[in-house]
């Protein structure tokens, strides 16, 4: 099996060379392949709406460009994404919209973000230098069998469209053979892809997981996804055993038969992994190392909030190599982690780049970055966003070759992001409001923090005891509450994927209000205290929560 798996990952290295080779002429020459870059979308894009307006086919240097375009946000597009989904063409870009991609927002709970076959190809510059940089350093994963996380399908109410509106998987950045190619290396059939039962989703990949000795390499986008699938394993280790053993495939909701008949043609006996299987000591849970015992590197988000995962992978995974993922956003590829790089490192290739500096407000060029300074992240791409703010704040670590390397350090808009969720305060302070409206006698102090149920983060709504109509009543505002926050598509991604728990409601005395307004007001060195309806701040909140009650 290892010689077959080291051919397919040696054909998969060969068809990711050329990029890197790109990458790697990028970043030797970081000034010259941003302005090429940016001429080169200015020019495909000459004669759509956007383009006439801001007139790209005068636009001949970098400082033309920002001349002649203001920064923009996510507010500034609305409008054109409204007339592209009615069904208009060459709105925001000349080529057509393929689809429409869900992230998180601070003026809207969703945003809709729109992709271009260009938009991909940029994002494949990113991907496919990163995969030959891991495959040519890391020689044992090409050994084995790879695991991508795809993402399941979640019934978010989505806006009428003629374009659709979703996501695709891991392995749709890549095209032609090179995506035949990955889905041969995969652990786990793309068909996971359009499970609809959460239960049933972790129960099918654990049951194919399980199957894989020689996996290889695991890639997650968070940590905790990484965790919930190692729970479920537990939950369904005996079940899914028994399955090997007679040809089964047991389902936690069986009556969803559509997420059964996807997989009929994989089911199949496999006594010699199931007795393989039996001979791991199980305690309190299973060791991952003796289910996958040459997994040589897990790839996943190491920084901001998802730095509160990390002990837990390292004390699952004694020994395997944990590689941040640097820095991917829904609407660009902004850095790559590379061998003898300490941190990810910007792709000069892939989009267009500009930094806000943090301190005096300047706009800097991808090569006039100072070290250590911090910056605000702008992007123009391919998918018809210009001057486009992130909102993602970095800082410069140094450098590689040419190409600066950043650390990704938060959102800028006040955004809670512990498992991917993505929460912004201006959607709290709407969620508020509609709480306020029914249950309250006020807003007043009136705010979302974090805690942990059952050693699982869960977002909980602070409330003065006072300030509540009708105790009985707690239930239905909670129920109001979880149905708000489901707005935001991140959100409800990560509470059905387990990564999320319940919201709660922690009812506040005058004694616990006036502690949390000290401690708030200590730890921002301010005479005045400073509210706000997103608490971020978990030892803080650990400090003041009194009894929760939960949602169940």
């Known amino acids: 099996m290892s010689i077959i798996q080291n051919i397919l990952n040696l054909a998969f290295i060969f068809y990711n060379r050329k990029k890197y080779k790109e990458f790697n002429n990028a970043v030797m020459d970081v000034h010259n392949s941003q302005k090429d870059v940016l001429l080169s979308i200015l020019k ?13 086919e005068d636009i001949k240097s970098i400082q033309n460009f920002q001349n002649q375009l203001p920064l923009s946000s996510y507010n500034t597009y609305e409008p054109y994404i409204k007339q592209i989904m009615d069904g208009h063409s060459r709105i925001l870009c000349s080529e057509p919209i393929n689809y429409f991609a869900l992230s998180s927002g601070s003026s809207a709970s969703s945003k809709y973000i729109p992709y271009t076959q260009s938009l991909k190809s940029e994002f494949s510059n990113a991907i496919n230098a990163w995969l030959y940089d891991l495959f040519s350093n890391n020689k044992k ?47 786990v059939p793309e068909l996971i892809n359009k499970v609809k039962d959460r239960e049933n989703y972790f129960y099918i990949l654990s049951y194919f997981l399980l199957q894989s000795k020689d996996l290889r390499l695991i890639s997650v986008w968070n940590p905790s996804l990484l965790l919930s699938i190692i729970n479920a394993i537990n939950t369904h280790f005996e079940n899914l055993l028994n399955d090997f053993e007679n040809s ?19 089911i199949k006996s496999n006594t010699k992994r199931a007795k393989e299987l039996r001979l791991i000591e199980k305690e309190t849970q299973i060791n991952p190392l003796d289910i996958w015992p040459e997994l ?28 941040g993922k640097g820095l991917l956003a829904t609407e660009a590829a902004i850095t790559i982690p590379i061998e003898g790089a300490e941190f990810p490192v910007l792709v000069p290739n892939a989009h ?41 704040i970095i800082q410069v670590k140094g450098f590689f070759k040419q190409s600066p390397m950043l650390e990704f350090i938060g959102k800028k808009d006040r955004v809670s992001d512990i498992t991917g969720e993505k929460i912004n305060e201006e959607h ?32 909980i709504i602070y409330v003065e005891s006072n300030n509540i109509l009708q105790a009985e009543s707690s239930i239905d505002m909670l129920e109001d509450l979880e149905e708000y926050l489901n707005e935001n598509y991140h959100y409800l991604h990560s509470r059905q994927m387990g990564q999320l728990n319940s919201v709660g409601l922690c009812v506040m005395n005058d004694e616990i209000l006036q ?13 005045t205290f400073k509210f706000s309806r997103l608490e971020t701040d978990i030892e803080l909140l650990n400090e003041i929560t009194n009894r929760i009650n939960w949602l169940k």
């Open 44 to 56: 495909k894009n000459i004669d759509c709406e956007f383009g006439q307006r801001f007139m790209f």
């Open 141 to 187: 994963l090409r050994l084995g069998k790879q695991f991508w996380i795809v993402t399941p399908t979640t019934d978010f109410q989505k806006p009428e469209s003629k374009v659709p509106i979703g996501f695709e998987s891991d392995s749709n950045y890549f095209g032609g053979f090179q995506q035949k190619l990955v889905n041969e290396l995969m652990a």
């Open 248 to 266: 089964t495939l047991t389902l936690p909701n069986p009556k969803l038969k559509s997420d059964y008949n996807l997989f009929v043609g994989y």
């Open 296 to 323: 040589e590197l897990i790839s996943c988000w190491t920084d901001s909030w998802a730095k509160v995962f990390i002990p837990q992978i390292n004390k699952l995974f004694p020994n395997v190599k944990i590689q």
């Open 352 to 392: 267009f780049y500009e930094f806000k500096g943090i301190d005096d407000n300047k706009i800097y060029l991808a090569h006039e970055l100072i070290k250590d300074d911090f910056y605000e992240v702008y992007i123009t791409t391919g998918g018809g966003l210009y001057r486009y703010c992130l909102n993602d």
């Open 428 to 459: 709290i302070e709407r969620v508020i409001e509609k709480i306020a409206g029914k249950y309250l006698k006020s807003k007043s102090y009136t705010f979302l923090g974090i805690g942990l149920q059952n050693q699982i983060y869960s977002y």
């Open 515 to 527: 502690k949390y307004q000290l401690l708030k007001t200590e730890k921002e060195v301010r005479s």
